[in-house]
């Protein structure tokens, strides 16, 4: 994804362009789209999209009247794409589109809804609406105010002495703990699905997963790592626990991440195997030097705490236009050659993108928690 260097500078002109530029993107009935964009000084103006399936591919947009550029593409897949316009080789936000993804380090993307015949799982539907609730808590590893996203299902008070399992669900690197909502639609996913009882209700929890400020290097995998699993447990899991009505058990715990996120919820299964008893990884691999990897997951395999609680669901899934395939393939290898009982999956088309994660989580949750009370 092309990266955003110069979008505060344009920001100001957003309101003079958008009384000048025609309506972008406009999308049409037989889904297909077009993208416009006044740029009368510019010689040259692309367009990066999620929906482009060949590495490093952009569309090129033509110059019109009063240096209007413009491009019609599609008919596209129903999804929410993020795009970006790339103007002389300067990465920009759509400037007449209110619609857009903030993540760790800034705006980082407009976005295209295309939708289909019928509604999809991550779009509101009428059905019972959960709710979001915002935790601020300070670090006891010294990382300071941290905050974390709540999801609390459609029945979560109607009987006061009803239970639920909890989902930990982490962003990746480029996002925030409010990611899987903005970006990722997950309050939507999961309320659609419990209401066609295709998943089981539950808590979800989104939680910060960076360790650093986005002006900071974030520390070396290993110390990442430890840093972020202490955190879950010495901090958030005892918040979430005592402020809901959880199953406060290893039955009624499950973790899932995409990218970043799928590393951290990799090891943190591995390394607190007595805590969670269901895993997802998106997109993820063996992101530490192979050796390493390779004992740790050794060592895993072989623990009493997880020969003796094996995972229910051990989940990966990853596209085959994605660059960490190689990784997702070598964690794979390694699990299969310990005889560690686990899901991979490879999705055609399939790239580093959010209509990929969406599909990830929706499949997922119909697997979690399936034999809990």
């Not at 290898?333 to 994660?357: C, D, M, R, Y």
Request: glycine fraction near 8%; charge should be neutral; charged fraction near 20%.
């Amino acid at each position: 994804m092309p990266r955003i260097t110069a979008v505060l500078a344009l920001l100001p002109l957003a309101s003079a362009l958008a009384e000048t530029t025609p309506v972008s993107p406009e999308v049409h009935a037989d889904r297909r789209a077009t993208f416009r964009l006044r740029a009368p000084k510019a010689s040259q103006v692309r367009l990066w999209g999620e929906w482009i399936t060949k590495h490093n591919t952009t569309e090129e947009l033509k110059r019109g009247e009063e240096g209007i550029w413009s491009v019609t593409i599609g008919p596209l897949e129903p999804a929410i794409y993020s795009y970006l316009f790339l103007v002389d080789e300067v990465a920009v936000l759509d400037p007449v589109n209110p619609a857009g993804h903030v993540g760790h380090e800034g705006p980082s993307g407009s976005f295209l809804h295309v939708r289909g015949d019928k509604p999809q799982d991550y779009e509101s539907q009428s059905v019972p609406h959960g709710v979001l609730h915002v935790h601020t808590y300070q670090s006891s590893m010294g990382l300071g105010t941290r905050r974390a996203i709540v999801y609390t299902p459609p029945n979560y008070g109607r009987n006061r002495g009803d239970r639920f399992p909890v989902l930990y669900l982490l962003h990746g690197s480029g996002d925030t703990e409010a990611s899987w909502t903005a970006v990722g639609r997950g309050e939507a996913i999961v309320d659609n699905l419990i209401a066609a009882n295709h998943a089981k209700p539950m808590i979800v929890v989104m939680p910060n997963g960076h360790i650093t400020t986005a002006d900071q290097p974030e520390p070396k995998p290993a110390e990442f790592r430890r840093l972020f699993g202490l955190d879950l447990v010495r901090d958030l899991i005892p918040l979430i626990d005592s402020s809901y009505r959880t199953l406060p058990s290893r039955q009624g715990r499950a973790v899932a991440g995409l990218s970043m996120g799928a590393y951290q919820a990799m090891w943190f299964a591995m390394d607190h195997p007595h805590l969670v008893s269901a895993l997802g990884v998106f997109s993820g691999g063996i992101f530490m030097p192979a050796n390493e990897g390779e004992a740790d997951i050794t060592r895993y395999a072989t623990s009493p705490s997880a020969l003796k609680n094996p995972l229910g669901v051990f989940r990966i899934a990853i596209g085959d236009r994605d660059m960490n395939l190689p990784l997702s393939k070598k964690h794979d290898s390694l699990l299969t050659s310990h005889n560690v009982k686990h899901e991979f999956q490879i999705s055609p088309g399939a790239g580093h993108t959010w209509p990929f994660w969406r599909k990830c989580l929706s499949e997922t949750l119909l697997l979690l928690f399936r034999n809990t009370r």
